[in-house]
């Protein structure tokens, strides 16, 4: 079953957190959370590059079986196999491809529990340099009082500064929430 979280819900649910869960409690078994995690994040990368691994991945015309063979080509030929191979095959079997990229982050998001490790999102205007990345960490890390995983995303609507969001707490340092404040104290003032 999923781990609960520090607020008492769950880092996954539904069928993909089903499935993440179960290849996570059997990795653990088996020793092999971190071999796993490297393959399934091999499995992601394989499908943001292929257009046609996309489509078959969200496509409902294929069979199982052609679902099962394509992407047993697909594991064998970039050499993924073991428990990450054998989980991608029966999830293909089951015609369940569909959700492979939720389980894949509901398993990651749970290694990352067992860890300690704690989720964030990061949203900047552009794109941050090391340096600033490295600082964000940090003052995250602080934060949070944990080790952080960092989620960053660019948003130009927010003009510049940074919004961060860790659990249910979220700091919004942007100029776009800085200059709606003063549009709307300026209107309360006429």
Known sequence: MAEPNQSGGSVVSGVAGRYASALFELAQDQNAVDAVEADLTRVEALAAES?????????????????????????????????????????????????LLPMIKGYKALNAQAKGIVPAEVRLAEAPSDALLDEIRATVRDLAKSEVSLDVKVDPALIGGLVVKVGSRMIDASLRTKLNAIRLSLKEAR
């Open 51 to 99: 257009e046609d691994l996309r489509r078959l991945l969200k496509s409902p015309v294929y069979t199982a079986d052609e679902q099962k063979a394509a992407m047993g080509a697909v594991l064998d030929k970039v050499g993924i196999g073991g428990l990450a191979g054998n989980f991608v095959r029966l999830v293909a079997s089951k015609r369940r491809l569909f959700l």
